[in-house]
T-cell receptor, first 116, second 112 residues
Framework: EAGVAQSPRYKIIEKRQSVAFWCNPI?????LYWYQQILGQGPKLLIQ??????VDDSQLPKDRFSAERLKGVDSTLKIQPAKLEDSAVYLC????WGQGNTGELFFGEGSRLTVL | SQQGEEDPQALSIQEGENATMNCSYK?????LQWYRQNSGRGLVHLIL?????REKHSGRLRVTLDTSKKSSSLLITASRAADTASYFC????????????FGGGTRLMVKP
């Protein structure tokens, strides 16, 4: 089966500019996650969707970050305006937990953002 | 905030040796998972252990879970150079819709 697709793989922008990342989860996976991974650290959950509803977004900086999952499939994560500290890899993952499965996450390759 | 904390942060061993990584966490969990990440890549699921299990094996991997101590360990036996990667534990909370919280990771280097 096809894996989790993310784009773009790399993005370089200047501070105060905006950027958007796209994720296409594994077909049939109801749960979709966006994680932020700063160099040398573990992934930090930004937002979790179940179908097109938000399960948790407590660590999403809502003054500048937004995410949506229209129709419960693809998702986009937007940052506007970007700050230097937003430089990180943005990882998308999906899971079919709750559909009789164990709940392991399948990750995409990530989108690496550099803010100058 | 990160739920799990791995120890050690970095580990360097020779090929053929065993590698042991530890993970401690703070709150109650439904399951604990281990993931591997090669440099510049996404994370790959290795193994999941449920809160009512104490030990699990998968190939050269052995995971233990002690819920009374809120800790887990991952043992990789007979390590290979290809095992060089970062390893992360993640605690699962099914009450929050399978929310996974990751630790800071152990960077393993296996020298040929």
């Amino acid at each position: 089966e096809a894996g989790v697709a993310q784009s773009p793989r790399y993005k370089i922008i200047e501070k105060r500019q905006s950027v958007a990342f796209w994720c296409n989860p594994i077909s049939g996976h109801a749960t979709l996650y966006w994680y932020q991974q700063i160099l040398g650290q573990g992934p930090k959950l930004l937002i979790q969707f179940q179908n097109n509803g938000v399960v948790d977004d407590s660590q999403l900086p809502k003054d500048r970050f937004s995410a949506e999952r229209l129709k419960g499939v693809d998702s986009t994560l937007k940052i506007q305006p970007a700050k230097l500290e937003d430089s990180a890899v943005y990882l998308c993952a999906s899971s079919n937990w709750g559909q009789g499965n164990t709940g392991e996450l399948f990750f995409g390759e990530g989108s690496r953002l550099t803010v100058l | 905030s990160q739920q799990g904390e791995e120890d050690p942060q970095a580990l360097s061993i020779q090929e053929g040796e065993n590698a042991t990584m530890n993970c401690s966490y703070k709150t109650s969990i439904n399951n604990l998972q281990w993931y591997r990440q090669n440099s510049g890549r996404g994370l790959v699921h290795l193994i999941l252990i449920r809160s009512n299990e104490r030990e699990k094996h998968s190939g050269r991997l052995r995971v233990t879970l002690d819920t009374s101590k809120k800790s887990s360990s991952l043992l990789i036996t007979a390590s290979r150079a290809a095992d060089t990667a970062s390893y992360f534990c993640a605690t699962g909370n099914n009450n929050a819709g399978n929310m996974l919280t990751f630790g800071g990771g152990t960077r393993l280097m296996v020298k040929p």
